[in-house]
């Protein structure tokens, strides 16, 4: 039986007897949720059970010292972790004494989804692009190595026209590929770039992310270099590296790789699987120019294929495989099989999540925002009200699954305020416009006149249909805050960052909409 805990999980459920309980990482990722310590009572009863609990965390270098009391509190017997026992200590400074470690993956090949492709991969030398890569600017706090994923594709952008190589790099999240399209993306390439998956830092309870947030807060230009100045020698030491499950698309897509050289959790050889590149890319250009032999490429890509997928040592079946192993080690060949009332109690708990999910969820989350999370509803209630523009968008935000899996709610609602805002507002906009990173720039100034850029309805259309560009508003030469109407002369005052708030759900919204984001940017642009 699985189910779904996001929203809690209900005790009437300890009534059922269970062999062994297993915590999922999308259940133990609540532990950096804002509403984690009242969350977590709700499933405290798990501790209650007599029967083994199997952990199988990940990311675990971010609110480890959370994690391993938690784990603790609630009765784990075995965590199956990504890292190995060298990092033990430092992660679990409880449980290394009290339970048993078993190393797995972040994650293994589907051979459904690797069969699919089987037929659709072309050969390396006909394959349009020489290199594919797609990453984000990650949260300064995970340290250097964070910061190595999206900088080795931006060094990779600007290295490869010496060497003759046509690429389709992205470090914009709004380029992001998403669901099957990204099997189909790899396999245009004839190699891929990347690192290993990780951190070098060390979040123990969420201080460090506090930190680094606040020192950006007040600095927003401040570069990694410069937050690293600022923190305390030794902070980004850490080594919590793993292979990743991208790394595992590109052999089944048969994309040769050129990766930093590391452990790769014993998948992946240099050499053998992949051209490997130092940490501060003084090879890069060596492999670059190796990148331009096909037959090299197409010669390593066959051999990962062969050792790591054709060989089933790293497939979901294994992963199932070391589950059966670990069960029948903890719990014994005695389980009990599914009764009647079991599966009854499966489809009961289904139809609460999903509940919960549609009306009790919304619902608990205002409540949980507080007096400020009921204005900023009553805010976008007006708002909707009275602008066509901001019900448009929302319409297309909520028929837009990409969208909302990278933008929250809030996100969004603030976003249409801070648009609103705009078009309200009693001071001018104009655009600062970079159509070469395809970077618009929403800049406040004092008052209406001289220097106002206008774009018109016809040209944004023309800009935004030339594929995905990135929003922000800068209001800072006006204030640190703006004040968005309520009811009955009141007002709610939005804060915003010191220099550009990013405007994230323009981001997605521009790529299936293009036509709605721009005229709502019109609207305020050519003072309409």
């Not at 784990?71 to 990092?87: E, P």
């Not at 919590?240 to 050129?258: C, G, M, N, Y």
């Not at 990962?304 to 059966?324: F, I, K």
């Not at 901001?390 to 249409?416: F, I």
Request: net charge negative; proline share 4%.
């Amino acid at each position: 039986m699985s189910y779904n805990a996001v929203h809690g999980v209900p005790s009437w459920l300890r009534h059922l007897r269970f062999d062994a309980v297993l915590l999922h990482t999308t259940y133990l990722c609540m532990r950096w949720n804002i509403w984690f310590d009242r969350w977590r009572r709700h499933s405290d009863w798990i501790a209650e059970l007599d029967c083994p609990k199997l952990a199988f965390p990940q990311d675990e270098y971010w609110h480890a010292e959370t994690l391993d009391g938690w784990l603790d509190d609630l009765g784990a017997s075995v965590v199956c972790t990504v890292l190995g026992d060298d990092h033990r200590d430092a992660l679990y400074p409880t449980l290394s004494r009290k339970a048993a470690f078993h190393e797995i993956l972040t994650g293994y090949i589907d051979n459904d989804s690797a069969e699919r492709m089987r037929p659709q991969l072309a050969p390396t030398s006909t394959r349009p692009n020489d290199i594919v890569y797609r990453a984000r600017n990650l949260p300064y706090w995970l340290g250097s190595h964070g910061q190595l994923k999206h900088r080795i594709g931006e060094e990779v952008l600007r290295r490869a026209p010496a060497h003759d190589l046509t690429c389709d790099v992205s470090t914009k999240l709004h380029e992001t590929v998403l669901g099957d399209a990204w099997l189909d993306f790899l396999g245009s390439g004839k190699a891929t770039v990347g690192a290993e998956s990780g951190a070098s830092s060390l979040d123990r309870r969420g201080e460090l992310q506090a930190t680094v947030d606040e020192l950006l807060a007040e600095e927003p230009d401040l570069t990694f270099e410069e937050v690293d100045a600022r923190l305390p020698h030794g902070w980004d030491d850490y080594r919590f590296f793993a292979v990743s499950p991208r790394h595992l698309e590109a052999v089944v897509t048969k994309t040769a790789q050129i990766l930093v050289e590391g452990w790769y959790s014993g998948v992946l050889e240099p050499e053998r699987h992949y051209v490997p590149i130092a940490r501060d890319f003084s090879n890069l250009d060596e492999a670059l120019e190796r990148a331009r032999d096909g037959n090299l490429l197409a010669e390593m890509a066959e051999r990962a294929y062969e050792d790591v997928y054709l060989s089933g040592r790293h497939s979901s079946e294994q992963l199932t495989t070391t589950v059966e192993q670990i069960l029948e080690e903890h719990v014994g060949s005695g389980r009990s099989a599914a009764t009647p009332a079991f599966r009854a109690a499966a489809g009961l708990a289904e139809a609460q999540a999903e509940v919960e999910r549609l009306a009790v969820a919304p619902v608990a989350n205002t409540f949980r925002t507080g007096r400020e999370g009921f204005r900023e509803v009553l805010a976008g209630s007006r708002l909707l009200l009275r602008d066509s523009h901001a019900r448009q968008l929302l319409a297309d935000y909520a028929g837009s699954t990409e969208t909302r899996e990278h933008v929250a709610p809030r996100v969004a609602l603030a976003d249409l305020l801070c648009l609103g805002a705009m078009r309200r507002g009693r001071f001018s906009v104009e655009a600062d416009l970079d159509e070469s990173r395809h970077r618009l720039v929403l800049r406040s100034r004092p008052a209406s006149g001289d220097g106002h850029v206008a774009l018109s309805r016809n040209e944004l259309d023309r800009l935004l249909t030339t594929g995905a560009w990135e929003f922000a508003w800068d209001h800072s030469e006006v204030a640190r805050n703006v004040s968005v109407p309520l009811a009955a002369g009141t007002s709610l005052e939005l804060p915003l960052t010191a220099g550009r708030r990013p405007l994230s759900t323009l981001d997605w919204l521009s790529r299936r909409h293009p036509g709605h984001v721009a005229a709502a940017l019109a609207s305020i642009l050519d003072g309409r």
